[in-house]
């Protein structure tokens, strides 16, 4: 139990244009999700917690019109990556706490921006 | 503020070997300290949290809260446990912050 399950693994874009990721629980339901972001064999930095039906809290540092983070349902929060530049060539990790399970984590997404 | 400091990098054992990876925590309250591990293009795993005090894959791990440590031990190390591990706290809030991680290596 308590599947996260991250879309798409990679994507490559253009710059300035933006690029959405999904982070889905499959098997319970999350009020609470959370972003990361990982550098190459670097550790995972939180950049923000995503909160069903409300606004998502940004770590600082974080910008909230770069890094758009929607959870409009119990089981999916996305995070847009808007107007995308090289810099923002990451890899991008979600989280989800489960109850019974504790903190889950999705595979992971590899955006590369040209 | 809340922070979560792994001193080392990079640690290589031969087989069979003991293990220990340090982590520091800095928390005022009382934290939940995890440890988790990462192998080679797969996601994050829990391996161990200190309020289950369960042994996982003969890794053990204990808080100490004077010294403000959670290392992870194991006596004997596998060339299967060749991975990236990760302390990591929760605090105040609800999301668990990570130190910068240790790549461990296990050669025969």
């Known amino acids: 139990g308590a599947v996260v399950s991250q879309h798409p693994s990679w994507v490559i874009c253009k710059s300035g244009t933006s690029v959405k990721i999904e982070c889905r629980s499959l098997?319970?339901?999350?009020?609470?999700m959370f972003w990361y972001r990982q550098f190459p064999k670097q550790s995972l930095m939180l950049m923000a917690t995503?909160?069903?039906?409300?606004?998502?809290?940004?770590e600082q540092g974080v910008e909230k019109d770069k890094f758009l983070i929607n959870h409009a349902s119990l089981t999916l929060s996305t995070l847009t990556v808007t107007s995308a530049h090289p810099e923002d060539s990451s890899f991008y990790i979600c989280?989800?706490?489960?109850?019974?399970?504790?903190?889950?984590f999705g595979s992971g997404t590899r955006l590369t921006v040209v | 503020a809340q922070r979560v400091t792994q001193p080392e990098k990079l640690l290589s054992v031969f087989k069979g070997a003991p293990v220990e990876l340090k982590c520091n925590y800095s928390?005022?309250?009382?934290?939940?300290l995890f440890w988790y591990v990462q192998y080679s293009r797969q996601r994050l795993q829990l391996l161990l949290r200190?309020?289950s005090r369960e042994s996982i894959k003969g890794f053990t791990a204990d808080l100490n809260k004077g010294e403000t440590s959670f290392h992870l031990k194991k006596p004997f190390a596998q060339e299967e446990d060749s991975a990236m591990y990760y302390c990591?706290?929760?605090?105040?809030?609800?999301?668990?912050?990570f130190g910068k991680g240790t790549t461990l290596s296990v050669s025969s």
């Open positions: 989280s989800a706490r489960h109850n019974n399970y504790g903190y889950t």
């Open positions: 098997d319970f339901q999350a009020t609470t």
């Open positions: 995503s909160n069903e039906g409300s606004k998502a809290t940004y």
């Open positions: 928390y005022s309250g009382s934290p939940e």
């Open positions: 200190h309020i």
């Open positions: 990591a706290l929760r605090g105040a809030g609800t999301a668990l912050i």
